[in-house]
C-alpha cells in the first residue's frame, strides 16, 4: 500500500521507501489484514499505518478508507482481497 494523504493506491513495483513508484488506484488486489478482524464481503476496510495491514475498524488520520472487501475473510486469516476506489464510499463520520 501507498498512502499519500488522500491518495491510496497499490505499488506496481518494489521501491525504496520515498522514492518515486507507479501505483494502481483501483482494482482488486489481496492485501495483508489484522489477523484479529473477522471480514465478511461488503465491509469497508481501512488501512493502519501502524500495523501496515487493512482493517475493518475505522478510524482518523492514520486509517484512511481504502476500499471494499469483495470476499470474506475469517479471524486469523492473514489477508483479503480488497476492491480499492470504490466510487461513493465515505470513510467514519
Given at each position: 500500500m501507498v498512502v499519500i494523504g488522500s491518495l491510496i493506491g497499490v505499488a506496481s513495483t518494489t521501491q525504496a521507501a520515498g522514492a518515486n513508484v507507479e501505483i494502481a488506484t483501483s482494482g482488486v488486489y489481496e492485501l495483508p489484514k489484522v489477523a484479529a478482524d473477522a471480514i465478511v464481503a461488503g465491509?469497508?476496510?481501512?488501512w493502519d499505518a501502524g500495523q501496515a495491514k487493512l482493517t475493518k475498524t475505522a478510524g482518523t488520520g492514520s486509517k484512511p478508507?481504502?476500499?471494499?472487501?469483495?470476499k470474506a475473510a475469517g479471524a486469523g486469516a492473514a489477508t483479503v482481497y480488497?476492491?480499492?476506489?470504490?466510487h461513493g464510499l465515505t470513510g467514519p463520520a
Open positions: 465491509d469497508k476496510l481501512y478508507l481504502v476500499g471494499v472487501a469483495v480488497c476492491k480499492l476506489g470504490v
